[in-house]
């Protein structure tokens, strides 16, 4: 996966055999409806709650709230392996997220809907960390080992390019919708945005609902993993053993330092780079529109991440993670000094714009590829390898959701200028940790 904090089920799971229904037919389905669903309400959301007129602070601070659900996916996924199939929760999960969103519609045409707004995307939140949970046990439970291989390229791209679809089209049709056909100034913050996003939203339902339709017909059960707990004690005590087991790894302080920090500059950066790019030129922002910005961060952006991600796999292949895991740190943190230089000059030119952040997102694909591999190949092995991938993940995202929860009110109290170049000074943990990252497990 990309910048997101997704992972996998904490179950090590023993894979069956091939399901009937082609994997074509769900995976690509599966993985966008996921990305969707996390999209909206962790990056989507940033812009949206802008354009309802809320200071960068609470904007930030919200949005990276919402990630809590995903960063503690490991603490309860194993109890929903012990009831029902996992096909039953994720058409669950979709007919409530879809009924969920239709609810955010409506709700926007009370007085004071922020409150109620913000209830159901943290009840939405949980909903989504069960679907991806479920969505991954399907994959990994109804495909076999050569299967899964073959599929996962697919995997990848259908969640990226559920990215796309949210930060893209969704939040460009809101600018055309509240320009175009509500007739309200783009550059204006305020409540008349609520029109078009309650548009955005209602579509999203309908979405969700035929998505789970869809997978109603062609989704596999998915099978039973042979270490599924069979009550809730056992579920509690196999989290625990692997609480130990992890806790008890040679290096495992250092390992969680790399998974705390390594990325540690970009979740400083990631809400406030798009609050900049919205923000009035008067504030030091660049004054974009829905449109302008979904074209270039959501687009533009977006496929510069992924070939980025591309050539950083072929670069770690070539090279060994060793060798190659500060380069990648300097490629995923040096290039931030792009939205520095934009915060300086705030050029009116979007070719200008649109190249600083192809080069900021390009660099981050290919530095970010080296966190998820020394996850996999240091931190997972041994008698849990799931489990404590999927920790190492939940670290990560609670780095991101931490540091994105007090962006903005370090933004609104440096400027844009003042915190892009504190932004620079955060990578500095970033390499140290990077330098002291422990190799106990051999490369194969």
């Not at 409150?115 to 109804?142: E, H, K, N, P, R």
């Not at 939203?201 to 270490?227: C, I, Q, S, Y």
Request: charged share 10%; aromatic share 14%.
């Amino acid at each position: 996966m990309t910048t997101t904090a997704r992972s996998d089920s904490p179950t090590d799971i023993a894979p069956a055999a091939p399901a009937s229904r082609h994997p074509l037919l769900w995976v690509p389905t599966g993985y966008f409806t996921m990305a969707l669903t996390y999209n909206m309400l962790t990056a989507a959301a940033v812009v949206m709650f802008s354009n309802l007129g809320m200071d960068n602070a609470k904007a930030a601070g919200y949005a990276s709230a919402l990630g809590l659900a995903y960063t503690i996916k490991p603490l309860y996924a194993a109890f929903l392996e012990m009831y029902k199939t996992k096909k039953f929760f994720v058409l669950l999960c979709q007919i409530l997220l879809g009924l969920g969103f239709v609810g955010v519609a409506l709700s926007m045409n009370l007085p004071s809907y922020v409150t109620v707004m913000l209830v159901f995307f943290w009840v939405l939140s949980f909903l989504g960390a069960a679907q991806d949970i479920t969505t991954d046990g399907v994959y990994v439970t109804s495909l076999d080992g050569k299967s899964q291989a073959l599929y996962c390229g697919w995997q990848s791209l259908s969640w990226n390019l559920g990215k796309l679809a949210m930060m893209s089209v969704m939040v460009v049709s809101s600018g055309l919708l509240h320009q175009y056909v509500f007739g309200h100034d783009p550059h204006i913050s305020g409540p008349e945005w609520a029109q078009s996003w309650q548009i955005v939203f209602l579509f999203m339902g309908a979405l969700m609902l035929l998505m789970a339709a869809w997978h109603w017909r062609v989704m596999p059960d998915g099978a039973r993993a042979e270490n599924t707990p069979a009550n809730p004690g056992e579920a509690v005590k196999t989290l625990v053993d692997a609480f130990v087991t992890f806790f008890q790894k040679k290096g495992i302080w250092l390992m969680i330092g790399f998974a705390l920090l390594f990325r540690v500059s970009f979740g400083f950066l990631n809400a406030p780079s798009m609050l900049f790019m919205k923000d009035a030129v008067e504030n030091g922002g660049l004054a974009m529109t829905n449109q302008e910005f979904g074209i270039i961060y959501g687009t533009l952006g977006l496929v510069a991440l992924l070939i980025g991600s591309l050539i950083g796999g072929a670069y770690v292949a070539r090279s060994g993670l060793q060798k190659a895991l500060f380069p990648l740190c300097i490629c995923i943190n040096v290039p931030n000094v792009t939205f520095l230089l934009l915060a300086l000059y705030q050029p009116e030119s979007h070719i200008l714009v649109a190249a600083g952040v192809i080069i900021e997102q390009f660099f981050f694909g290919i530095g970010s590829v080296g966190f998820m591999i020394y996850l996999m190949q240091q931190m997972a092995p041994g008698k849990y390898a799931t489990t404590h991938y999927a920790f190492g993940t939940a670290l990560m995202g609670l780095c991101m959701m931490l540091t994105g929860m007090v962006s903005g009110y370090l933004q609104q109290m440096m400027g844009y200028i003042g915190y892009f170049a504190f932004v620079m000074a955060a990578t500095i943990p970033s390499f140290i940790i990077c330098w002291f990252a422990p190799f106990h497990q051999k490369a194969e």
